[in-house]
T-cell receptor, first 112, second 109 residues
Framework: DGGITQSPKYLFRKEGQNVTLSCEQNLNHDAMYWYRQDPGQGLRLIYYSQIVNDFQKGDIAEGYSVSREKKESFPLTVTSAQKNPTAFYLC???????????FGPGTRLTVL | DAKTTQPNSMESNEEEPVHLPCNHSTISGTDYIHWYRQLPSQGPEYVIHGLTSNVNNRMASLAIAEDRKSSTLILHRATLRDAAVYYCILKEYGNKLVFGAGTILRVKS
């Protein structure tokens, strides 16, 4: 089955620790995206990558970092510089054109 | 990014049609109209998109006003599984999606 996987589904971390969220796709898509969602709000774009070894900041990139060393993988690191990291994180991919984005199931991060 | 306006919430009865409106008076000629929906605690799911003409697919229909300043997502027979947040988004080809707050659709049995 083609799709996007995110792991883990739930993640707990202590304040001040960096944490890396996994996102893998087997759809052969060029573009990948990371979003953050807070309760009752829409999604906000953190970072996106339209091709391997290249990525751009989205609207709320501060306190986050990404890498895109492989087409299938786009991990997101939430650093200790992120002031309020507790949120629902969603990864997506697309063929980079005008068509739809496919979303993963999300990771719910709670920082204690 | 061009802005869309949607009602905060709507309610529908099961097995009846639902019309979800979206206003986008500042739409540019190159903006596509995309609709996504998000079930609780899940990632959004693509529903439909269009540019100028009305569009139909297995999930829904998209009716676009002649001046393109508004559009309506039509679910022909609402089921309980259609209860979700529906997002109307304007997107230029190749550009990123910008999500608003969306419309919460409640479906009553």
């Amino acid at each position: 089955d083609g799709g996007i996987t995110q792991s883990p589904k739930y993640l707990f971390r202590k304040e001040g620790q960096n944490v890396t969220l996994s996102c893998e796709q087997n759809l052969n898509h060029d573009a990948m995206y990371w979003y953050r969602q807070d309760p009752g709000q829409g999604l906000r774009l953190i970072y996106y990558s339209q091709i391997v070894n290249d990525f751009q900041k989205g609207d709320i990139a501060e306190g986050y970092s990404v890498s895109r060393e492989k087409k299938e993988s786009f991990p997101l690191t939430v650093t200790s510089a992120q002031k309020n990291p507790t949120a629902f994180y969603l990864c997506a991919s697309s063929d980079g054109g005008g068509r739809e984005q496919f979303f993963g199931p999300g990771t719910r991060l709670t920082v204690l | 990014d061009a802005k869309t306006t949607q009602p905060n919430s709507m309610e529908s009865n099961e097995e009846e049609p639902v019309h979800l409106p979206c206003n986008h008076s500042t739409i540019s000629g190159t903006d596509y109209i995309h609709w996504y929906r998000q079930l609780p605690s899940q990632g959004p799911e693509y529903v439909i998109h269009g540019l100028t003409s009305n569009v139909n697919n297995r999930m829904a229909s998209l009716a676009i006003a002649e001046d393109r300043k508004s559009s309506t997502l039509i679910l022909h027979r609402a089921t309980l599984r259609d209860a979700a947040v529906y997002y109307c988004i304007l997107k230029e080809y190749g550009n990123k999606l910008v999500f608003g707050a969306g419309t919460i659709l409640r479906v009553k049995s």
